[in-house]
């Protein structure tokens, strides 16, 4: 007699929010998508604990370059709709408050 066993480690990334930076690649403010991924091991494809965050990432919108997310750089992360509805520039003050009260901006829109 013989048994089939599938077991392994299922991936899943989630779709956090918008964040305003400057992209080393672009050279110019823009929006960033946050993605936080997380891992679960199963058996039969049955997940056997919840999913483990592993890390999460920023993707520039404009030239779709990958960063690592640092997450106490930014004051909040935006909702999805953001990039939708809120220029450029008040992306950057509330999520570099910072930055954006020293004049560093250089943000027009989305």
Known sequence: MSYLFVWGID???V???IVVDACSSC??????????HFTSAHVYLVSLSEPRFT???RTCLGCQTTFPFQPTRYAEVLPLRA?????LDEGFRRCLPRVAQAGESG???W
């Not at 050279?27 to 936080?36: G, H, I, M």
């Not at 990039?83 to 220029?87: D, E, F, K, L, R």
């Open 55 to 57: 890390g999460s990432v």
């Open 83 to 87: 990039a939708q509805t809120m220029s």
């Open 15 to 17: 779709r956090r929010g």
């Open 11 to 13: 991936a899943e990334s």
């Open 27 to 36: 050279r110019d403010w823009k929006p960033f998508l946050v993605v936080d």
């Open 107 to 109: 943000a027009a829109s």
